[in-house]
């Protein structure tokens, strides 16, 4: 028999409690999370942004649902073995929707959740026009979060953002951290920080807490530092929401613009037809055909 999977958040954790900085680049779907595992990160997350512009080709700014971000998870669990950390927006309503989207995602079979304390319909992180809940609601939020934990039997970690420095200040976006800890939040994330100066005044909270940054690439706002600098100032993971969605989407402007000019894209702009076949696992599936084939005659 084959060895029993260990359970994502006890993986996710086990990563959290070990030195140095850990990388988790954005997938949004079960192809782009199998080239994650395969490229041999230790863990992933899935990026609000990029599945609503895969899935939808729609703007990050609340159309998706709680139904289609947990279908498209359950996927991109199912595809890799490796932790992934969920983006849950602002858990898809109040506290009693919340408890239902983190039972949701232990389901689905995430290790971590990403929840923000935005109002609804959100704004996308970056950019402009965001508005946060009151703190009193943001706290409830994360406990009514880790009761739902407690309820399923789970561990999931649990990662509280919050988008305050940019629609507040910076002290209240420390302060709702401090409270988040003391509520049960496994990882704290604030978004948009634009120095390295206020990155360090957010590591100083709740020291014993975990710090997510985000490393928003192509012009964010916060300044993109290598994982030495980010481990210097204190930060455990880093992520990288947009990096995969970016290049697909450059590699296939390219691809176009050949075939309308007339000729296929370069050779060395892509796999080749057996190396794609290997990655979407046709030669497994052929060893697979061999050792249950069955002699017809």
Sequence with gaps: MGSVREEPAKVLRRILGSPGVHQGPACFDALSAKLIQSAGFSYCITS???????RLALPDTGFLSYGEIIDQGRLITQAISIPI???ADNGYG???NLKRTVKGFIAAGFAGIILE???APKACGHTRGRKVVSREEAVTKIKAAVDARKESGSDIVIVART???QAVSLDEALTRCKAFADAGADVLFIDALPSAEEMKAFCQIAPNVPK???????GGKTPILSTKELEEIGYKIAVYPLS???VSIKAMQDALTALRGGSIPPPQSMPSFEEIKDIVGFNAYYEEEDRYATNTN
């Design 117 to 119: 304390d935005q109002v």
């Design 212 to 218: 997510m940054a985000n490393m928003l690439e192509g």
């Design 85 to 87: 950390i969920g983006d």
């Design 163 to 165: 988008d305050s420095r």
């Design 244 to 246: 995969l969605i970016g």
């Design 94 to 96: 109040n506290a009693m």
């Design 48 to 54: 609000g942004f990029s599945i609503s512009a895969s």
